[in-house]
């Protein structure tokens, strides 16, 4: 069992469709990251969030942790082919800069 | 700056075999874990260190042994490989503080 579920697991959209990724888990972190990964290559930082509550926006993008830092959530406003990729999520616990990731979102945007 | 690099990027070996996957980082990153990622399980923490001469285990560290001697350089050692190992692993550093995780490009390893 992952310490944190995503979902979906997989999504496919049309060009200019909002959607929402969702990171959950029962455990609490320290702060949590989202990360973009291309085939063949490693996962890219997106944001980091760190305080429960916190909302922070990326041009189309906007994260939230959740209240009682166990969850998060990444909103696509107008997807585009551009953002096709694996989305995942990772939380720190106890401030360690240990980083567990979870199950990873495939989105897919269809032009 | 190059970053994080693996190398090999590709391997193939047979069962009881062992190897040593490297990895290297030129950004004085104190912390490097190695992780592996297999489908629909995102990314499995192996091992990790806080700094040259401290490693401790992750979620998934049986099979695998690592070591770090220097800053700049964490190699994953595998003792005796098993088709159960067969995955992409990837290296990563960072420094203390909210910046994330800069990744390796990654190797593919094939255990058969």
């Known amino acids: 069992t992952q310490l944190l579920e995503q979902s979906p697991q997989f999504l496919s959209i049309q060009e200019g469709e909002n959607l929402t990724v969702y990171c959950n888990s029962s455990s609490v972190f320290s702060s949590l990251q989202w990360y973009r990964q291309e085939p063949g290559e490693g996962p890219v930082l997106l944001v980091t969030v760190v305080t429960g509550g916190e909302v922070k926006k990326l041009k189309r993008l906007t994260f939230q942790f959740g209240d009682a830092r166990k969850d998060s959530s990444l909103h696509i406003t107008a997807a585009q082919p551009g953002d096709t990729g694996l989305y995942l999520c990772a939380g720190e616990m106890n401030t360690g800069n240990q980083f567990y990731f979870g199950t990873g979102t495939s989105l897919t945007v269809i032009p | 700056n190059a970053g994080v690099t693996q190398t090999p990027k590709f391997q193939v070996l047979k069962t009881g075999q062992s190897m040593t996957l490297q990895c290297a980082q030129d950004?004085?990153?104190?912390?490097m874990s190695w992780y592996r990622q297999d489908p629909g399980m995102g990314l499995r923490l192996i091992h990790y260190?806080?700094?040259?001469?401290?490693?401790d285990q992750g979620e998934v560290p049986n099979g695998y042994n690592v070591s770090r001697s220097t800053t700049e350089d964490f190699p994953l050692r595998l003792l005796s490989a098993a088709p159960s190992q067969t995955s992409v692993y990837f290296c990563a550093s960072t420094r203390t503080g909210n910046y994330g995780y800069t990744f390796g490009s990654g190797t593919r390893l094939t255990v058969v």
């Open positions: 950004m004085n990153h104190e912390y």
């Open positions: 260190s806080v700094g040259a001469g401290i490693t």
